[in-house]
């Protein structure tokens, strides 16, 4: 059982072996703030010509994180405590610290330091060079970046050591025990749903209007939308800031006193939008983590799936419904009035679910968007366990996209080149999939919960959905791992039943198949 008062949540600071475990982990969780910082700094404002030395400060940093993650004192005092805090005196919060940061140890000390320096440096190049190669088509000059990110993500994989799959071990990097098969189990019927549902929609021949969703949108206007909507969902401001960057992201420096997040604009109005309700989302759940979780490793998400189960939720379940809309639609018709006026809230929210094939994954809707994360995880298995080269990934991408989903990208900026995840590694994307799944087995449980819950949201209220999440799930940060946490608030195991009867359900109304 979960401990359900907020003020239950704390470490047993009477005990002088948490209290070292705390102080050691404190500035071992500072120095991964600054290094979120200066990440942030490179990603939403540093000068072009500094990414040279900041690869070398970035990789100084990230020697000396390791370096205390590595600390033989360290180890000795989680070797200790692993049992100690078993006992009934002290908290669950002592044991998630424990848990996590053993883990994380028991990771850390599997690499020398010199290839996490390396990697690291080359991390940034990576970025660089990827941000250069997607602004002028141009896969070729990514490519020995990418390269050299394959040969460190195996080493790494081989170094974590795994029992099936090479891959295993880098999908439980954002996913603890997250494993090859496990992924294609729920991965399968959540495909089929998606591809029955797209033929259908594709059958039916219904056409939904979407054309005033693009246009000249200023993008001044743009932000100060973004800001709003932000704060009507609970983003609070006094512990975050919005920025713009090529690819939208969340971090945090410092959770819950600091998260930022990004997004980018264009003349497509649902892509700041939208990605301010995902980033929204993420936020949210890094925001909400109890204060006496700050500057440890328990502070944030739990999981990457979880976390995207909270930016998939509030973007889509919430922020792609009518319902969500009639209570927040007045600040896209004062933003833009010429474009808004005419246009009722029944057409503008059915326009956000229009489904179409596309090359964009962040753009894509909720029926096709599986299917990008299935291309994505086939790719990265193959490349990963080295049955497919880099140079063949143009080709190998597109005819993916052609069997998937019926088209082929334009450019290679439009296919491969359009996502920052390889400019780190491989194991990410299986999260979106994931957070999907256990976002709409939360979404259900929530609805499940509250009465009149369109009637609340359509008048404008939001916050006795972020009051519900945070009760549940945001507070705890990592103290409780994805499996407990979904019993917890499901009462089930994560199940992909309620994915494909949420998509099944929304969808057949909209399309009326
Ligand atoms: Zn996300």
Redesign the pocket.
């Known amino acids: 059982m979960l401990v359900t008062e907020q003020n239950s949540i704390h470490f047993t600071q009477s005990d002088e072996r948490i209290n070292e475990l705390l102080r050691s982990l404190q500035e071992v969780t500072d120095l991964e703030a600054l290094q979120a910082l200066a990440d942030w700094d490179q990603q939403t404002g540093m000068p072009d010509g500094a990414s040279g030395v900041r690869s070398n400060q970035a990789a100084t940093l990230q020697g000396l994180i390791h370096e205390r993650w590595t600390s033989p004192r360290l180890g000795e005092l989680l070797n200790k405590l692993e049992e100690v805090v078993q006992r009934a005196s002290f908290t669950d919060a002592d044991r998630g610290l424990v848990r996590q940061a053993h883990r994380i140890y028991n990771r850390s000390t599997k690499l020398p330091r010199k290839l996490v320096e390396e990697m690291e440096r080359a991390r940034v190049i990576s970025h660089d060079t990827w941000v250069h190669a997607r602004a002028n088509n141009d896969f070729a000059s990514y490519a020995s970046c990418l390269e050299q990110t394959v040969r460190f993500q195996r080493e790494v994989a081989d170094l974590y050591g795994y029992q099936e799959n090479r891959y295993d071990a880098l999908l439980d990097i954002y996913e603890p025990g997250l494993t090859t098969s496990t992924v294609e189990q729920f991965f399968a019927p959540i495909r089929d749903v998606s591809v029955s549902l797209l033929q259908q929609i594709q059958a039916s021949g219904k056409k939904i209007n979407t054309s005033f969703l693009q246009g000249s949108f200023s993008e001044v206007q743009q932000k100060l939308l973004a800001e709003k909507l932000l704060t009507r969902i609970g983003y609070d401001f006094s512990r975050g800031k919005i920025a713009r960057s090529p690819h939208p992201?969340?971090t945090s420096i410092g959770a819950p006193q600091d998260v930022r997040l990004t997004v980018r604009y264009s003349d497509i109005l649902p892509m700041s939008m939208m990605a301010a309700l995902?980033?929204g989302?993420?936020a949210l759940y890094e925001q909400g983590s109890a204060p006496t979780l700050l500057r440890t490793p328990v502070a944030g998400g739990t999981s990457m799936g979880m976390?995207?189960s909270q930016?998939?939720l509030w973007e889509n379940a919430i922020g792609r419904s009518e319902a969500f809309w009639r209570g927040q639609y007045g600040l896209v018709q004062e933003a833009f009035p010429q474009s808004f006026q005419q246009v009722s809230v029944t057409d503008f929210a059915r326009a956000l679910n229009h489904v179409e094939p596309s090359l964009i994954r962040v753009e894509a809707d909720e029926v096709t968007y599986n299917l990008h994360i299935i291309i994505r995880f086939e790719i990265e298995k193959a490349l990963v366990n080295g049955e497919i080269t880099v140079a063949s990934l143009p080709r190998l991408w597109n005819e993916k996209y052609h069997a998937y989903l019926g088209i082929e990208p334009d450019s290679d900026t439009n296919g491969v080149l359009q996502d920052v995840h390889w400019t780190f590694g491989f194991g990410y994307f299986a999260s979106?999939t994931l957070?999907n799944l256990y976002g709409a087995q939360i979404y259900h449980s929530l609805r499940k919960s509250i009465a009149h819950f369109d009637q609340r949201l359509a008048a404008g209220e939001t916050a006795f959905i972020l009051e519900w999440l945070r009760e549940r799930l945001y507070t705890f940060g990592a103290i409780y791992q994805p499996d407990e946490l979904m019993q917890h608030i499901t009462g089930e195991a994560a199940n992909p039943q309620h994915l494909i009867q949420y998509l099944t359900k929304k969808f057949s109304q909209l399309y009326e198949l």
């Open positions: 992201f969340t995902h980033e989302g993420h976390h995207e930016s998939r979106y957070g």
